[in-house]
């Protein structure tokens, strides 16, 4: 029996992954789930998973929690402290880490440290810490496998015994598949008008508001970038993104003698999960097989980084290193979250970005201080240029 923590158990992520769970109750059992507000949601999943622990934002929250949940035997907790406890406690063996943004950081690196199987979703977390990341995977010996499912697809597509690095193991470059979102087709100077319900409606992925945003944006492909970057260790001039609307293929690894390996599937997130959980065996997802005859031509495109500025940063961000993709990161979060409180435009949230970055000095990231410091220099950088912005 694998024993489970969900961090963000109502969201997007960890619906889909408890659907994979409940299809196989005789090798899992959930260990506790966590959420930021959605008590009723989250007390309907532990009605149903029966977790050990719980855990949500607020006492507030936590006292609703534990009336519905009253007679249940179900720990109920609160707070970024027992978000940790649960994510590094020796009674849980697997954390799926889908917190979305930089709240998850915290719980995903204390798993990290305490040697868990990290399953990531959360790649606001990567993106901000990514050599502290990584070493602690490396210190600790957890074990990391990708859920975002480029990620997964690239990990499937390398050799087993793959030890991020790129030459060694005959890899020319990381092909990033990526949908291009709903405004691909749009007219640029349009761009300005969209509403967020629009820029939320993926053309084929149902998400959380946060990362749909960023897939209209395409800063979702930009944090992918630097999250392969950290992944696979390789360095940005061998990571191409390529436009393909029909998001069939995930993501592909292209190779020195020429062999392109791809990964293929329905766009549903539980083939990615469902394939990290049982690493290295293979459970049924409740995804259907892909269709290959029925499906409409595979179209492939360069990016435009014009209609997409946003890509541009994320790669200015990446070659720049140290905190820069930590400021990146943070920047977007604000931006993206005043979009959809329809205080700025969808085309603000690309100039709010190189305002940041222009406007707070970038530098080593010595330490899960210093990254969490410019996270909050960002983010008031952020909001004071969203008010210049508003006039
Ligand atoms: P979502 O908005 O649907 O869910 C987010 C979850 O995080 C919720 O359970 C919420 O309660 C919790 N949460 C939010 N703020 C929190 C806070 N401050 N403290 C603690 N918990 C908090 O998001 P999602 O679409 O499921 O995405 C989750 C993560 O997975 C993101 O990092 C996203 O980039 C990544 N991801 C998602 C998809 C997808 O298909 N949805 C695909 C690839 C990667
Ligand atoms: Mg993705």
Known sequence: MQRITILGATGSIGASTLDVLARHPDLYSVYALTAH???????EACRRHRPKRAVVG??????RLSQLLEGLGIVVEHGEQALCDVASHADTDTVMAAIVGAAGLAPTLAAARAGKKVLLANKEALV??????????????ATLLPIDSEHNAIFQSLPGTYGRNPDAAGVARILLTASG????????ETLGDVTPDEACKHP?????????????????????????????????????????????IHSMVSYVDGSVLAQLGNPDMRTPIAHALAYPER????????????????QFYKPDFARFPCLALAFDALRAGGTAPSLLNAANEIAVQAFLDREIGFRDIDRVIANVMDAVPHGPAPSIEAVLEQDARAREAARSAISTLRG
Do not use: C, Y
């Open 128 to 141: 901000m810490s990514g050599q502290l990341f990584m070493d602690a995977v490396r210190e600790h010996k």
């Open 204 to 248: 084929n992925w149902i998400m959380g508001r946060k990362i749909s945003v960023d897939s209209a944006t395409m800063m979702n492909k930009g944090l992918e970038v630097i999250e392969a970057h950290w992944l696979f260790g390789a360095p940005a001039e061998r990571i191409e993104v390529v436009i393909h609307p029909q998001s069939v």
């Open 283 to 298: 459970i049924a997802s409740g995804v259907a097989q892909l269709d290959l005859t029925g499906m409409a031509a595979l």
């Open 181 to 188: 979102g709903p405004f691909l087709n749009r007219a640029v």
């Open 58 to 63: 607020t006492p507030e929250a936590a006292g």
């Open 37 to 43: 507000g959605r008590v009723e949601e989250l007390a």
